[in-house]
């Protein structure tokens, strides 16, 4: 019923990009960039061995909210640099012990590049995806998904070109890599709501055992800057920092997107 391929793209040294496309395209067909591109369909090309399904997740959202079926462009993570380019450029830039922090969890010297990763979504990946397929690219039907550091890049994509995304969708965001300062300074940067939407939600085993107190906290200055009708933040009780169990909530995410399409 539905084709999936992988194509491949050279831009910031080689990327693949993979893509789910549902049969039926229009000019308004939703469009959802995903990153960590190997880990959104196939589990056999994730680390973890499992992969979010979103080619399954997708139409089911489809049908929940009575929404066209999303066009999925998922671009893959370059691995030693995914840290690097999911990561706030310009915040971390301004504050050189935040540079440090990452610095120490990673094995390779550590430079941001936040800014031409996301310079090359916006600039090159949609003109190309509106060229192939036709599109007429509008931000209310224009998204962002990550996880963990995707989560962090998606705000990040939405704050730099508020006018080119409406929603981003942040999976177990990684606030805890860093102090309160650091997710307000993420906070700060947002654009003022108009037709802008996030969604934020975690677990609270493992690694997210820690995660709601932060994210609690980015929730009052979500309020205070304007945002109480225009974010929600969803916590899933007995689920982990993996693929395995974002996949689950995979088609409530989806249909928070879908269902805000106007």
């Not at 370059?78 to 301004?94: A, C, F, G, Q, W």
């Not at 177990?172 to 300062?181: A, G, K, Q, R, V």
Request: proline content about 6%; aromatic content about 12%.
């Amino acid at each position: 019923m539905y084709c999936h391929f992988v194509h491949k793209i050279t831009h910031l040294g080689d990327r693949k990009v993979d893509l789910w496309i549902p049969n039926s395209l229009s000019p308004i067909t939703p469009i959802l960039i995903a990153h960590d591109g190997q880990n959104c369909f196939d589990g056999t090309l994730s680390l973890s061995g499992f992969g979010w399904e979103l080619d399954k997740a997708a139409p089911l959202a489809a049908e929940r909210t009575g929404q066209l079926e999303p066009l999925i462009v998922a671009p893959w993570n370059l691995e030693d640099k995914r840290i690097m380019e999911y990561t706030p450029e310009d915040i971390l830039r301004s504050n050189p012990e935040w540079v440090k922090a990452y610095q120490s969890v990673t094995e390779i010297p550590y430079e941001p590049c936040g800014n031409a990763y996301i310079d090359w979504l916006v600039q090159e990946l949609l003109p190309w995806t509106v060229k192939e397929f036709g599109f007429e690219l509008h931000p209310n039907r224009t998204a962002l998904l990550g996880s963990s550091l995707g989560a962090l890049v998606s705000v990040t994509a939405l704050s730099k070109y508020p006018e080119v995304f409406a929603c981003a969708l942040c999976v177990s965001t990684h606030w805890t890599i860093e102090d309160l300062d650091f997710a307000a300074a993420c906070v700060r940067q947002l654009p003022k709501p108009t037709n802008h939407r996030l969604w934020f939600d975690h677990g609270d085993t493992g690694l997210e055992a820690d995660y709601q107190p932060l994210q609690d906290y980015v929730d009052g200055l979500l309020i205070d800057a304007g945002w109480e009708s225009h974010f929600v933040h969803k916590i899933y009780p007995g689920t982990d920092h993996t693929e395995r169990d974002w996949r689950v909530r995979a088609v409530d995410v989806l249909s928070f997107w879908l269902e805000g399409i106007r």
